[in-house]
């Protein structure tokens, strides 16, 4: 199927820059969220991205105006009638998702896709809200952040989702030049599995006192080659959205290496969730 038409419910971190990547390639964007001034901020983000690409020489002007115009921030959730795609990108907790997706199902065209953004709630948990009939054209599309730069989607197929629904977000990805992966339904999906284990091992070795976080995260940067240290990266993620990720995983497979460290946990019930808060393993400059 042709996807031209893209409805996007969530301006924050990540909808914000799925809106950008799909305006960039000529798509139509509906930038959605119930605030009509969050909406708003996300189309602004977005322009401040595209700014900074001009004055870095990576896009020019005419190109930015044309991304940023074909991008239109609402809070009327009634234009997904008018979607091709729409695209999940909301806070992770599956009650807020479930209750969305109802509502677009009952909104949306009967041919109009429907992909999560979802770094690891099931996706035949969140079909559970869906029409028998929708659930075919359902599946995950896991972006990663920040979604312009990096070039990855995790494609997620639920036991309903049909063979036409992965070729066309395969041809989307390829359209967006992104390389796509593809896992099946379990808890944390293929990148957040690997990942969540060795960033809950990091903030054991540091509540335990075998190393400071710098010398953690320099060990990882320098002995293993990673570009981010583990606590680093975890600040960037967010604490709360590792916090949620381990907690799927450890009810989802048990294990004690899947459960949460009680430093994330004091960081997070603290307020204290990384760089968007100023303050995580590390401290950030505010403004």
């Known amino acids: ?39 708003a901020a996300g189309r602004e983000r977005i322009a401040g991205n595209l700014d900074r690409a001009v004055a870095k020489g990576r896009l020019d002007q005419a190109a930015r105006e044309a991304t940023l115009g074909r991008i239109e921030a609402t809070d009327d959730i ?23 997706w109802r509502r677009l199902d009952e909104l949306a065209p009967e041919a109009t896709l429907f992909a999560t953004n979802t770094s690891s709630i099931s996706i035949d948990a969140l079909a559970g809200s869906l029409s028998p009939g929708r659930k075919r054209r ?19 197929r639920g036991h309903a ?18 390389q796509l ?3 099946a339904d379990r808890p944390g999906f293929l990148v957040n599995r690997i990942l969540m284990p060795l960033l809950a091992e990091a903030m054991r070795t540091l509540e335990e006192g ?7 995260d320099t060990g990882a940067k320098v002995g293993l080659n990673h570009p981010m240290g583990p606590l680093e990266l975890a600040d960037f993620i967010g604490l709360d959205v590792c916090l949620g990720v381990m907690r799927v995983l450890h009810e989802g497979i048990g294990g004690e290496h899947f459960k949460p460290p009680r430093v994330l946990v004091d960081l997070v019930e603290a307020g204290h969730l990384g760089q968007k808060t100023g303050r995580g393993f590390y401290t950030y400059p505010r403004g």
């Not at 075998?210 to 953690?216: L, R, S």
């Open 138 to 156: 359902f599946a995950g599309m896991h972006f990663f952040s920040p979604v312009p730069v990096m070039p990855l989607i995790e494609l997620i």
């Open 181 to 183: 992966i593809v896992s």
């Open 210 to 216: 075998t190393g400071t976080a710098e010398d953690i």
């Open 1 to 39: 199927m042709t996807i031209q038409r893209v409805f996007v419910a969530g301006a924050g971190l990540m909808g914000h820059g799925i809106a950008q990547v799909h305006a960039a390639i000529g798509k139509d964007v509906v930038l959605y969220e119930p605030d009509l001034g969050r909406a």
């Open 78 to 100: 009634s234009r997904a009638r008018d979607a091709d795609l729409v695209v999940e990108a909301v806070f992770e907790d599956i009650e807020v998702k479930r209750e969305l």
């Open 161 to 178: 989702t049909s063979d036409a629904t992965e070729a066309a977000i395969r041809a989307l990805a390829e359209e967006l030049g992104k």
